[in-house]
């Protein structure tokens, strides 16, 4: 059974950094993507930082500048250095991975979530 397990999350400054981390286990097959998103209360969840298998990422527009996604695909592994964290931040960060099923087909999976929470 695929987990997807983060960690990292916890109360920063307004200004500094935090590094998540999110480890898939309980799969062989290819991870095509691995993702993160954030859900404040109140707001949908929504995308944060992406990486494709292709070496191409994507990044919210709020976060770009300040964020980096990165993956350790030997270790089934993506993190997100955060800097210069806002208030405005605060949320909780889930992890997703695009992981193929033995037919090939690809599936959504994702993490129980971290609390990041950013005091001003």
């Known amino acids: 059974q695929v987990q997807l397990v983060e960690s990292g999350g916890g109360l920063v400054q307004a200004g500094g950094p935090l590094r998540l981390t999110c480890a898939a286990s309980g799969t062989s097959s290819r991870i095509n993507a691995m993702g993160w998103y954030r859900q404040a209360p109140g707001k949908q969840r929504e995308l944060v930082a992406n990486s494709a298998n292709s070496g191409s990422t994507d990044y919210a527009d709020s976060v770009k500048g300040r964020f980096t996604i990165s993956r350790d695909n030997a270790k089934n592994t993506a993190y997100l250095q955060m800097n210069s964290l806002k208030p405005e931040d605060t949320a909780v960060y889930y992890c997703?991975?695009?992981?193929?099923?033995?037919?090939?087909?690809?599936?959504?999976?994702w993490g129980q979530g971290t609390q990041v929470t950013v005091s001003s």
């Open positions: 997703k991975a695009i992981i193929n099923s033995m037919w090939g087909t690809p599936l959504n999976y």
